[in-house]
T-cell receptor, first 116, second 115 residues
Framework: DQQVKQNSPSLSVQEGRISILNCDYT??????FLWYKKYPAEGPTFLIS?????DKNEDGRFTVFLNKSAKHLSLHIVPSQPGDSAVYFC???????????????FGSGTQLTVLP | GAVVSQHPSWVICKSGTSVKIECRSL??????MFWYRQFPKQSLMLMAT?????????EQGVEKDKFLINHASLTLSTLTVTSAHPEDSSFYIC???????????FGDGTRLSIL
């Protein structure tokens, strides 16, 4: 059973427009959510995160929105740039029992292509 | 700069060989590191949690005797794929986070190809 779902395997947008990537989760115990960007043959790179006590977090061109009642989060990239083309993974976590580290559960990823 | 270093980045070897992959935290001590596996065009699947000074915690379905994890120091965890077979070919990635901080930082991964 997938606890974190990214239902769109791919998304294409025009340069300068907004990219919206979506993610749904089922485990109500998740209290921290992250977005990672990944290029082929590389490890994921952290982009932005949000705690469950917030509903929005913004960092430059990237904004993450969290709707706890709907168990849904989204990543907005505006304006989109060709360099943003990559696979974007949504991840969720709960507090590890020791409080020192958190296991991440990943979605299946969305390939974003920004067209020049 | 890089926070987590993983080595080697690519391994090609014969079936039956054992392969060791290293994961290092570069400027912090990591009591916990995580090992993931990714198949082509699929998500990252957590294999195990590596705990410094104690046994690793494996996820359901991951063979402990096949994937040996050693976390002997606060900056180094190793994953050894024992007696590797072609079905073990995959992309293996480790991660670590600074103590009491988020987020997890990932190594660049190891592409393992078993012939």
């Amino acid at each position: 059973d997938q606890q974190v779902k990214q239902n769109s395997p791919s998304l294409s947008v025009q340069e300068g427009r907004i990219s919206i990537l979506n993610c749904d989760y089922t485990n109500s115990m998740f209290d921290y959510f992250l977005w990672y960007k990944k290029y082929p043959a590389e490890g994921p790179t952290f982009l932005i995160s949000i705690s469950s006590i917030k509903d929005k977090n913004e960092d430059g061109r990237f904004t993450v929105f969290l709707n706890k009642s709907a168990k849904h989060l989204s990543l907005h990239i505006v304006p989109s740039q060709p360099g943003d083309s990559a696979v974007y993974f949504c991840a969720a976590s709960t507090t590890f029992s020791s409080g020192s580290a958190r296991q991440l559960t990943f979605g299946s990823g969305t390939q974003l292509t920004v067209l020049p | 700069g890089a926070v987590v270093s993983q080595h080697p980045s690519w391994v090609i070897c014969k079936s039956g060989t054992s392969v060791k992959i290293e994961c290092r935290s570069l400027d912090f001590q990591a009591t916990t590191m995580f090992w993931y596996r990714q198949f082509p065009k699929q998500s990252l699947m957590l294999m195990a949690t590596s705990n410094e000074g104690s046994k690793a915690t494996y996820e359901q379905g991951v063979e402990k005797d096949k994937f040996l994890i050693n976390h002997a120091s606060l900056t180094l965890s190793t994953l050894t794929v024992t007696s590797a077979h072609p079905e073990d070919s995959s992309f293996y990635i480790c991660s670590a986070s600074r103590p009491l901080e988020q987020p997890q930082h990932f190594g660049d991964g190891t592409r393992l190809s078993i012939l």
